[in-house]
């Protein structure tokens, strides 16, 4: 019987039809732990144990609570990577001499990006680091996807993503995306509309940057992904590690990276760095 201990991490997510999960657990001080299939348990019950021992991500120190999916409170307060330009890359204030990390931004935030629309619980529209393509699709939960722009900045593409946010959800609503396969879209029909629509803001965004003109994408495929899942949940439940350090149930589904019991869901993301025995 599989049983592994270790600091939980993201799941990793193989490109596949379904998409293949595995468990990604780490020791205290952050080494690897040999990844265990988590769609092998489907169907079966799956019971996690949280120890009460918590690690920081960054710098791997014991912690009573984690802020932003796993980081201590220093750290939230002095990485780069846990700035609010990271939700909101809008928001981006390199260019003014005030980054956390100079180096940090410059590796992550000016390199490729892609704008994109995706399905998960609707219509929506996201960006991404275009090394994280499937990836950021795959942790949204999104059955169908489609890039329509790639970028040379992280603030170009955020300043993309709130115009059209005027007209698209750029959230995902995950209550509804965890109950059904989201009803199927015309995403390069919507893409088209889209590029019409803000023509004019487009041409403004790109004239404000003196690097890498946005290159419209219109003959990308549309990517659609498949999930593990035997049952779909008709009601929500949260499951929290916190209020219950053992959880246990028939696991009857995975998808974003979110685990479906068959007694409610837990989003394994929001325990990152939190030490659980899986088995």
Known sequence: MTNITGHIQKMHAQDSAPVEYSFNLVTADGKAIAPVSVNGFLGKTLNLEFSGKISCIACKRNIKKTYNQ???????????????????????????????ESDWGLANCFIPHIVYLANSSGLKVGVTRETQVPKRWIDQGATQALPIMRVQSRHQAGLLEI????????K?????????????????????????RFASE??????????????????????????????????????????????????????????????????????????????
């Open 202 to 279: 487009i041409q403004k965004i790109a004239a404000q940057f003196k690097f890498g003109a946005i290159e419209m994408l219109t003959a990308e495929p549309e990517k659609v992904l498949t999930y593990p899942v035997l049952e779909y949940p008709s009601k929500i439940t949260s499951l929290c590690l916190d209020k219950t350090p053992k959880i246990s149930g028939v696991l009857q589904g995975v998808k974003a990276q979110y685990l479906i019991f068959d007694q409610g869901v837990i989003n394994l993301r929001k325990y990152t760095g939190y030490e659980v025995s899986v088995y």
């Open 163 to 170: 115009t059209f946010a005027k007209h698209l959800n750029d």
């Open 172 to 196: 995902t609503d995950w209550r509804k995306m965890l109950k059904s396969v989201a009803e199927p879209v015309d995403l390069k029909a919507e893409r088209d509309s889209l590029f019409v």
């Open 70 to 100: 796993g980081y201590c409170f220093p750290c939230v307060q002095t990485l780069a990577a846990c700035d609010m330009c990271i939700v909101k890359p809008e928001t981006c204030h390199h260019h003014k001499g005030t980054c956390r």
